[in-house]
């Protein structure tokens, strides 16, 4: 596989997430991007944006094996990545896969159960397998999470802790559609047959896993060269230098924004990787990797903005 036919892949599966979900083009964008890069997309925002459905159409669309969990305070870590169960008739113990045994895994409101059972997804998300029992288990090079979380409540929810965000290669705000694409989701979806009925909008899957492992072999052959990689080294430094961040990007924030750049290069079917790549994706890879100091915090300042103004003031390559 080429990047023309990785492009060529990417819009067919855009085209297919199209026929349920109207705008939400950025988000799909960077679904793909991240699908693309090996690495996992944090989805925040209000109810009723089409987090979750969009996780389900892009999952069909796919043509993977799709699982969801949808967390709650009393999830347990077992519940999630499964256990040996004594079976009293063979006097054996049987092992039960939990729902993290998928190729695109759903974690709907992540932020809702305790800390101890968010870290049942530290190893799946890092090493792409988990353990129990003492025995490890691969879960494929293609496993991908997506998860989505409501910024809105702040009642029986638990923020993610650090060493988990920065195992998300984005984390994206999904913000309300425009008029038009609002007067198009009520023609499409305010109609009499049930909308969270996905197959009724003929989302046909457009890849399957021997094609997505293809996909990344050719993103991971990407060039990048040596000017874009210090301009990637120069942003993520730029962090822990800022007066305005308290906490800088991790050296993992580096390399995964460089295989995020050399993924955006290729869905615009290119084999090398020019600043814009990095400039595109340098928030949404970042936001969640750096901690505001106390006084941008009493200033009101957005993290959004001090990184877009880092971006800016950093010297790209020409």
Known sequence: MNVGEVKALANAIREEVAKAITGQRDT????????FAGGHILLEGPPGTAKTMTARCFAQALGVAYGRIQFTPDLMPGD?????????????F???RGPIFCDLLLADEINRTPPKTQAALLEAMQEHAVTFDGT???????????????PIEHQGVYPLPEAQLDRFLFKHRVSYPDLKEERAIIV?????????????????????????????????????????????AALVRGTRESPDLEVGASPRAGAMLARAARARAALDGRNYVIPDDVKALAV??????????????????LVEQIVSDLVDHTE???
């Open 284 to 301: 949404p890879a970042l936001r969640h990797r750096v901690v505001l100091s106390p006084a941008a915090q009493i200033d009101g300042r």
């Open 316 to 318: 790209a390559p020409r």
């Open 136 to 150: 490890t288990h691969p879960l494929g090079k293609n496993f991908m999470v997506v998860a989505t979380q409501n």
């Open 188 to 232: 499409h979806h305010g109609g009499g047959t049930a909308s969270h009925d996905i197959e009724q909008y003929g989302i046909k899957a457009q890849t399957d896993r021997k094609a997505l492992e293809a996909a990344l072999a050719t993103v991971g052959d990407v060039t990048l060269v040596d000017d874009v990689v210090g301009y990637i």
């Open 94 to 96: 049987t092992l039960t």
């Open 28 to 35: 799909v964008d960077l679904m793909l991007t991240a699908l």
């Open 80 to 92: 999630i990545v499964g256990s040996n169960i004594y079976n009293f008739q063979s006097g054996q």
